[in-house]
T-cell receptor
Framework: AQSVTQPDIHITVSEGASLELRCNYSYGATPYLFWYVQSPGQGLQLLLKYFSGDTLVQGIKGFEAEFKRSQSSFNLRKPSVHWSDAAEYFCAVGATDNFNKFYFGSGTKLNVKP | DAGITQSPRHKVTETGTPVTLRCHQTENHRYMYWYRQDPGHGLRLIHYSYGVKDTDKGEVSDGYSVSRSKTEDFLLTLESATSSQTSVYFC?????????????FGPGTRLTVL
């Protein structure tokens, strides 16, 4: 069965520090991969996506993610965090046999210290 | 802005009462989705629609029904609400028909069942 694991429930980083949020998935083939961000009381906004090709993908707001097939991972990174990045981040997997099925991780809540 | 609205945005109801949540889109997309979001679970798919009168179940469909009589509206009904259905409900749309199209989310409806 498909699953998505985000092992860190909460992460706190200082403003200006680098960030890496982890995402591991379980899927029979290479899935479609997404990162979404959710600010408090808001819906989800897409940060970036991976379907094929270059394993390092760039997204909005200075985020990037790297797909590593050997590790079944799709970690999100940002070189310098801003206070406005405080939010909850969700990794998601899109099934390739039924593209109506998305599977979300449980989320990582990011706090940014001044 | 993907042109998605949800109504109501907040609702408090009592156990055993019927509840209907509405999702409305302005861009005539074919695919629409209902998710619920609970702490520690991320988002889980309840039902989805691939056209007018065409719907299918997601991973947590028990206790929910949906209807889509017009392209722009996708209704989620709890026939007899239970406290376990207290959650935040998100509607999403997926533009296009290919697998590599991300989902865009509405602002959510917070439902409390007492």
């Amino acid at each position: 069965a498909q699953s998505v694991t985000q092992p860190d429930i909460h992460i706190t980083v200082s403003e200006g520090a680098s960030l890496e949020l982890r995402c591991n998935y379980s899927y029979g083939a290479t899935p479609y991969l997404f990162w979404y961000v959710q600010s408090p009381g808001q819906g989800l906004q897409l940060l970036l996506k991976y379907f094929s090709g270059d394993t390092l993908v760039q997204g909005i707001k200075g985020f990037e993610a790297e797909f590593k097939r050997s590790q079944s991972s799709f970690n999100l990174r940002k070189p310098s965090v801003h206070w406005s990045d405080a939010a909850e981040y969700f990794c998601a997997v899109g099934a390739t046999d039924n593209f109506n099925k998305f599977y979300f991780g449980s989320g990582t809540k990011l706090n940014v210290k001044p | 802005d993907a042109g998605i609205t949800q109504s109501p945005r907040h609702k408090v109801t009592e156990t055993g009462t019927p509840v209907t949540l509405r999702c409305h889109q302005t861009e005539n997309h074919r695919y629409m989705y209902w998710y619920r979001q609970d702490p520690g679970h991320g988002l889980r798919l309840i039902h989805y629609s691939y056209g007018v009168k065409d719907t299918d179940k997601g991973e947590v469909s028990d206790g929910y029904s949906v209807s889509r009589s017009k392209t722009e509206d996708f209704l989620l009904t709890l026939e007899s609400a239970t406290s376990s259905q207290t959650s935040v409900y998100f509607c999403a749309i997926r533009p296009g028909t290919g697998a590599n199209n991300e989902q865009f989310f509405g602002p959510g409806t917070r439902l409390t069942v007492l």
